[in-house]
Every structure is written in C-alpha cells, then in structure tokens.
C-alpha cells in the first residue's frame, strides 16, 4: 500500500523530498523504491528460505500422530528432544532444542497438558452413546430417570500424596514449590453416595494393621458393610418411603447375583445399562477430585490422619455444591450424546 502511494504521489508531480516527507521516509527509500514496479517482492535469502522449510517439517514432526486400527491415536513425538530426533533421523537436520522450540512458536504452536482419560474401545462409544439417549436433557424414552431421583455412588483410594494443582505462579526468578510423591504412600479406601440432599461417606475398615495393605471389598463384605449401612442412612436423611434409583458401577461386587437379590429385597431400583469406564457421567468422581485437594491441604502423613483429614473435610463441603453437582447429571448424558459417545 505504501509502494502504491508512492507511486501515485510521484504521477502528480511532487518531488522525492515531498514524497519522503508525505510517507515518513527517507528520500533514499523513496528513490530505491520509485524505481521498482508494482507489486514487487522483495527475494528471500537462501538462508532464510532454508529456516523456513526447516520450520514447516518441524510443525509437520509435531501435529503428526499414529493410528490404531482400533481408533486410538498417539502422537508421534511429544517433546522437543524426540521431535529433534525424528528431525535428524528423517531428515539429516541437526539443531538445537532451541531452534526446534523457536519454530514451533514461528507457527504459533504451544504446548499443553494431554488430558488422562480411561481405556476404550468402539464399543465402549457405543454403549455410552446409547445410555446418554436415555437419560439425556429433554429426554421422553423409556427408561429416563431424572437427576432429582438419583443417587450415584463410588469407591475411591485416597493417599497422602500431594495432589494439589500441577501448576503455579512464580515471581522474580523463584522455582515452583514440588509436589511430593511416595510409591507405597499410606492409603485407605472409601465409600460415598450423594443426592440431591443426601450425602453419605464412610471409610472401609482394615483387616490389616498395616498402613499399605487394602481391604477388598467382595460382594459379601459389600452388602454386610456398605450397602446395609447406606439403605439406613437414607432411611434416616430421606425418609422411609423415599422414591430413588440408585447408581453403582459394573464391579463385580456390585453386580453379582446376590447383591442384585439383596437390592432386590430391600425393594431398592438399581440404575440400569451402566456403561464401563465412563467416570465423567458420574458426578461424585468431581466430589473426589475436590476432597482429595481439600485433604492433601492438611498434610497427612499416617493413614489415621489420612481418614482424620478425610472425614473432616467431606464435612466441610456444603450440600448446596452437591445438589449441583448431582443435578448435572442429564446435562452430561447430552454431552456425551452431542460428541457420539466420546469423552
């Protein structure tokens, strides 16, 4: 635009002092430039033509990613030093980290977090998708259960591992605090059940001493120590008579014969067609990522103070985020059903 205004100032008669002095130039710029024609371009050094196509392989390097005949993707290389690798074995260019961290940004490339998700399969998609249908917003098949009459449940194994964020601001050159982590941290298994206005928590008890050992929870202890337990509590919080369905995943324990005849006796409707590996359908997998950064604020370090710190802070969170969370529910399914079944 400026190389045609030029031009257009000089077909009307003014000087190249003018010129310069109209576009903020100097008069040798101006005179270089008069003399080219419109729509020059001005060559690439070689130089900088090769960096350039440097870059281009080094943003191919990294959006690249393998596929499985299952579906399954993984990148083809992660960091830096394998996209410096992959660089130099494929195409015999050697740089530096730097220089590969330089092109990536030339394309506006950043780096994130990959997210964890379960293992699945098609069928997995299938199954959730056809679930999240039924119980989606809005929803008039049969078989569709609102959020107001649910109540889910969940095991989870806490440890005293520090599980607060993975990231931090740092000012004025300091280093971010470490998160500490032990292989065999002590750790204890627990037991919860929320609804919408009912909540319910209790830590399964040890037939060891030790702090590293676990209880498994087959189905007799599962009915005999939880179950018995839970259809009290909501005998008590929700009234003799209360109208739920009640929300268990596919263990073993939960769904074997006799702990379905044991539901079944104590006239108790079980959610139906839950599908496996789908923890961002159950809103108390949220409650246990806020409690286990609630716990890990109060620094246990032996498995008692581990279940201290456990049974304080389930106390400390108010019901009003629990009916929210339970009440998200059908919203979740619609998600799940807008991305076919995907995470």
């Not at 917003?137 to 889910?152: E, W």
């Not at 993975?166 to 204890?188: A, I, Y």
Request: charged share 30%; glycine share 4%; with cysteine.
């Amino acid at each position: 635009i400026e190389h045609r205004w030029m031009l257009f100032l000089k077909e009307t008669g003014l000087s190249r002092e003018k010129i310069a002095q109209n576009v903020a130039r100097s008069t040798a710029t101006v005179q270089i430039w008069l003399k080219r024609p419109l729509g020059y371009q001005k060559p690439q050094r070689a130089r900088c033509k090769k960096a350039f196509e440097r870059a281009k392989l080094v943003k191919r390097i990294a959006k690249k990613s393998i596929s499985a005949k299952s579906g399954k993707k993984r990148p083809f290389a992660c960091g830096l030093a394998q996209i410096r690798s992959k660089l130099h074995s494929e195409h015999g260019l050697s740089v530096s980290r730097s220089t590969v961290y330089r092109d990536i940004r030339r394309f506006g490339g950043v780096s994130r977090v990959r997210p964890r998700i379960c293992s699945s399969d098609p069928d997995d998609y299938e199954r959730r998708k056809a679930f999240s249908k039924i119980h989606r917003v809005g929803s008039r098949m049969l078989g569709f259960t609102p959020a107001q009459k649910l109540i889910f449940s969940d095991e989870k194994i806490f440890t005293c591992n520090d599980t607060t964020a993975r990231t931090m601001f740092c000012f004025d050159g300091e280093r971010p605090l470490p998160r500490e982590t032990r292989r065999w941290s002590p750790r204890v298994m627990v037991w919860g059940a929320i609804g919408v206005g009912f909540r319910f928590f209790m830590i399964l008890p040890k037939t060891r001493d030790e702090e590293m050992k676990l209880t498994t929870l087959d189905g007799a202890a599962y009915r005999r120590n939880v179950l018995s337990r839970f259809l009290r509590e909501v005998e008590a919080q929700l009234g003799p008579n209360a109208d739920f369905v009640f929300m268990q995943d596919g263990a073993r324990c939960h769904t074997c014969s006799a702990t379905m005849k044991y539901l079944s006796n104590k006239k108790v409707s079980v959610l139906s067609d839950w599908p496996a590996r789908s923890p961002d359908l159950n809103p108390i997998e949220t409650l246990w990522a806020h409690l286990s950064t609630m716990v890990a604020e109060k620094f246990p370090e032996t498995s008692e103070e581990l279940c201290l710190a456990l049974t304080q802070a389930f106390k400390e969170i108010d019901q009003a985020v629990i009916d929210r969370l339970v009440l998200s529910s059908n919203a979740r399914c619609t998600s799940v059903y807008d991305r076919d079944g995907h995470w």
